[in-house]
């Protein structure tokens, strides 16, 4: 709230608000960055008054938290934004703001995470949790008119298997059935989409991933568009009172993150973009999946709702099964054979080892997330793990 001095002039683009943290310095000195905020308690004054409103961290957040709330509302143009501890810790908060009895409709495909956790706390929780394709709207339909709906959750595109939603017709489905819609734009960035203004009521990031971009900080965030102030308010008193806050340190790390996120999307997005031309088609590889390539069965709607690039996610469908593709993943030089995604590093994951039980994942499937590395160097690398896995026959 009061270290910041400075706001960036109205319609300035999302590139130039992200280079200057949005800009703010310190009101006493001027110092910019501003300090970094790590205290977790407020000294009253002499009448006993809290001097800012402002008790305890968990409870009322801090400069630090706030100044990078406030950035994640500027560049998803939502009016307020909540950081947490993480990406789940943000998803979870949602499912656990509604009402016991409420009806949810999630996507067959979605972040593994989330999934585990519907199945194993949705019912607890009184949820009724639906679940339709991805990317099928006439089954999205079906379900949210079938029965009173109070939230609708998708991810596009969807993680590991990059399946594309269109979120405005979904946004106008949810709409018209009084239904809240969430979107995980984790895997978009603000750079390359933002669900609010295509009509979405919440938008959901794991800032570990892109926003950081820097595989040193786990954390979340929430922002929303303004129109659901009392699900808002459920959600600002889950922070408060479940407590997944963000550390000070963390938060100021993330804000650093976020100040190169422009910088960063704008390499990696026309390189995943030209590992994906090189592999699709490729003799040792069944199928492509980025929705950038033009023969990609989500590329139309992609087209329309994806801003300046489509991110750094592909996955590579190697022929000859588990077996082949598992040795592909072992045998990179250059990609870093682990989870997670949207760093500087390039990383390669079997996705279904990872997921394990009850994953659906297809078993040949290679989750690439590509990194500020030279493409043609990622593009040998892995051409010389299919080579040595081939070898190995
Ligand atoms: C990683 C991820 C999450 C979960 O975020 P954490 O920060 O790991 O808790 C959710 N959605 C997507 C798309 C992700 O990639």
């Known amino acids: ?13 999302s590139a130039t608000v992200l280079a200057q943290g949005n800009g703010r310095c310190s009101p006493q000195t001027g110092e910019y960055p501003p300090p970094i905020s790590v205290g977790v308690t407020y000294a009253r004054d002499s009448g006993y008054a809290l001097r800012d409103g402002k008790a305890y961290t968990r409870d009322q957040g801090s400069a630090g938290l706030e100044h990078v709330e406030r950035l994640l509302a500027l560049v998803e143009r939502g009016t307020d934004a909540l950081v947490l501890s993480s990406g789940l810790a ?17 996507q067959e495909v979605q972040y593994f995470g989330l999934t585990k956790w519907l199945r194993e706390f949705g019912a607890d929780q009184g949820l009724r949790v639906v679940t339709v394709p991805n990317g099928n709207l006439d089954s999205m339909r079906a379900a949210v008119t079938a029965e009173p709906t109070a939230l609708v959750w998708i991810e596009t595109p969807a993680n ?19 239904a809240v819609l969430a979107v995980d734009n984790t895997v978009p960035t603000p750079i390359h989409t933002n669900p609010l203004a295509l009509g979405a009521h919440l938008v959901m990031h794991s800032c570990t991933k892109y926003l950081n971009g820097h595989d040193d900080v786990m954390a979340g965030a929430l922002i929303t568009d303004g129109s659901k102030p009392e699900l808002w308010r459920r959600l600002m008193l889950q922070r408060q009172l479940a407590g997944q806050v963000l550390g000070g340190l963390d938060a100021y790390l993330l804000l650093r993150g976020m100040k190169t996120l422009s910088a960063r999307m704008r390499v990696i997005s026309p390189s995943a973009l030209a590992i994906a031309e090189h592999f699709d088609d490729h003799p040792d590889i069944e199928r492509v ?22 991110s750094g996610m592909l996955a590579l469908l190697v022929r000859g099964g588990l077996r082949v593709s598992l040795d592909v993943a072992r045998q990179t030089e250059l990609f870093i054979p682990a989870t997670s995604l949207g760093g500087t590093a390039s990383l390669i994951e079997h996705r279904y080892t990872f997921e394990g039980a009850g994953s659906r994942t297809p078993e040949n499937l290679l989750r690439l997330s590509i ?23």
Request: hydrophobic share 45%; proline share 5%.
């Open 1 to 13: 709230m009061t270290t910041n001095t400075r706001e960036l002039p109205d319609g300035v683009k």
């Open 90 to 106: 943000a998803s979870t908060a949602v499912f656990q703001a509604l009402a016991p009895g409420s009806r949810v409709i999630v």
């Open 160 to 178: 590991p298997t990059w399946v594309v939603t269109d979120v405005a017709a979904v946004a106008e489905i949810a709409d018209g059935a009084g």
């Open 289 to 310: 999946a980025y929705p950038g390539l033009a023969g990609d069965a989500g590329h139309k709607i992609a087209a329309a709702q994806m801003t300046g690039g489509y």
């Open 371 to 393: 990194g500020l590395e030279d493409p043609g160097d990622l593009i040998a690398d892995i051409e010389g793990a299919i080579a040595r896995a081939r070898s190995r026959g």
